[in-house]
Structures are given as structure tokens and as C-alpha cells.
């Protein structure tokens, strides 16, 4: 089902870059949480309505800026994530971006285990009930191929990789 809300691109985009943003915390790679928040913090400020939203990624961001108390980032990180998916405005295209994130950087990883997990399966049926350009249904073919193959080769994770990637970049 599509999200009939202006803020689509944004949303997803969101999302994405929150993937990445709870991934480089969980690594305690604090330059790239960093980037992340200000790739969010620009598209929350695009986006009608985000308000409270931009602002809770700057506390966020401040969190981290602060310092070594890794885990209030990490949970803030989390919590925000559970008001996104929940957002009337975010929610649909929030998760999409969020899983899109999360399938590409399994792909990098060689993680299997991710794409046979329940959050990735719950993902794959948003994303085919959910009015996508051509492009997008396209990348989404072609990763739904590969991952049919097992074990995949070292090839096939990086055509994975990459058609994610253009399943980002086509939203």
C-alpha cells in the first residue's frame, strides 16, 4: 500500500540513513553516526510537518556529539526509530527506507542470515504491495534472483549489493 504523503522521497530517505545511523553506533563509528544525522537532519527539514521530528535528530545528534556514553545513542536511536514506524506522516516509506538499509549493508556483509530473518521477509511484503517505479521493481527482481542461489558467490553478494543500492537510489 503506498503512503499517500508528500514526503515520500524524504521519508524513505529517513530511513535509510536511520539504518545506517543505528549501524555506526552499534560499530561505534561516531563520524559516520554523525554523517548519518546530518543526511537526516537535511531531509527532516525538507519534509512539511517535521518539526518535532528534525528536532529529536538534533538531540540525537548532540547525544553523540557528546561523547562516550554509547548505549543513550544507541537507545535514543532505537526509540526514535519505533516513532517513525508508527508516524502517520513517516511510517510506510520510513520502513521501506529502514529495510532498503539494511538489505544493502547484509549484502556488504555476506549475511545470509539476515535475508532469511522475519524483518527481512516482512520487508520484501511492504515493498511488493507498495506502488514502486519501474526501476525500483527492477532492482527488486533482480535481488529477489540472487538470493534464491545459495551459497552465493562472492560475485553474486556484490550484484546484491549493488541492485539494493539501486533500489535506494531509484527512491
Same mark, same amino acid.
Do not use: K
Given at each position: 500500500?503506498?503512503?499517500?504523503?508528500?514526503?515520500?522521497?524524504?521519508?524513505?530517505?529517513?530511513?535509510?540513513?536511520?539504518?545506517?545511523?543505528?549501524?555506526?553506533?552499534?560499530?561505534?563509528?561516531?563520524? @559516520?553516526? =554523525? &554523517? *548519518?544525522?546530518?543526511?537526516?537532519?537535511? !531531509?527532516?527539514?525538507? #519534509?512539511?510537518? /517535521?518539526? +518535532?521530528?528534525?528536532?529529536?535528530?538534533?538531540?540525537?545528534?548532540?547525544?553523540?556529539?557528546?561523547?562516550?556514553?554509547?548505549?543513550?545513542?544507541?537507545?535514543?536511536?532505537?526509540?526514535?526509530?519505533?516513532?517513525?514506524?508508527?508516524?502517520?506522516?513517516?511510517?510506510?516509506?520510513?520502513?521501506?527506507?529502514?529495510?532498503?538499509?539494511?538489505?544493502?549493508?547484509?549484502?556488504?556483509?555476506?549475511?545470509?542470515?539476515?535475508? @532469511?530473518? =522475519? &524483518? *527481512?521477509?516482512?520487508?520484501?511484503?511492504? !515493498?511488493?504491495?507498495? #506502488?514502486?517505479? /519501474?526501476? +525500483?521493481?527492477?532492482?527488486?527482481?533482480?535481488?529477489?534472483?540472487?538470493?534464491?542461489?545459495?551459497?552465493?558467490?562472492?560475485?553474486?553478494?556484490?550484484?546484491?549489493?549493488?541492485?539494493?543500492?539501486?533500489?535506494?537510489?531509484?527512491?
Amino acid at each position: 500500500m503506498a503512503s499517500q504523503s508528500s514526503s515520500d522521497p524524504d521519508a524513505f530517505a529517513i530511513g535509510v540513513s536511520h539504518q545506517e545511523l543505528e549501524s555506526a553506533l552499534e560499530s561505534g563509528s561516531l563520524s @559516520s553516526a =554523525r &554523517e *548519518a544525522i546530518e543526511r537526516i537532519l537535511a !531531509a527532516t527539514r525538507r #519534509a512539511a510537518a /517535521a518539526h +518535532a521530528v528534525t528536532e529529536a535528530y538534533q538531540r540525537l545528534g548532540e547525544a553523540i556529539q557528546s561523547g562516550p556514553r554509547r548505549s543513550s545513542p544507541i537507545l535514543a536511536a532505537a526509540n526514535l526509530r519505533r516513532l517513525m514506524v508508527q508516524s502517520t506522516f513517516f511510517g510506510a516509506r520510513f520502513r521501506l527506507g529502514f529495510w532498503a538499509g539494511a538489505c544493502r549493508l547484509a549484502a556488504a556483509r555476506r549475511n545470509q542470515t539476515y535475508f @532469511s530473518s =522475519r &524483518e *527481512a521477509h516482512r520487508g520484501w511484503d511492504v !515493498a511488493r504491495a507498495d #506502488a514502486l517505479p /519501474a526501476a +525500483a521493481l527492477a532492482a527488486l527482481d533482480t535481488a529477489y534472483r540472487l538470493l534464491e542461489d545459495r551459497p552465493m558467490t562472492d560475485a553474486q553478494w556484490r550484484r546484491l549489493e549493488e541492485a539494493f543500492r539501486q533500489f535506494i537510489l531509484v527512491l
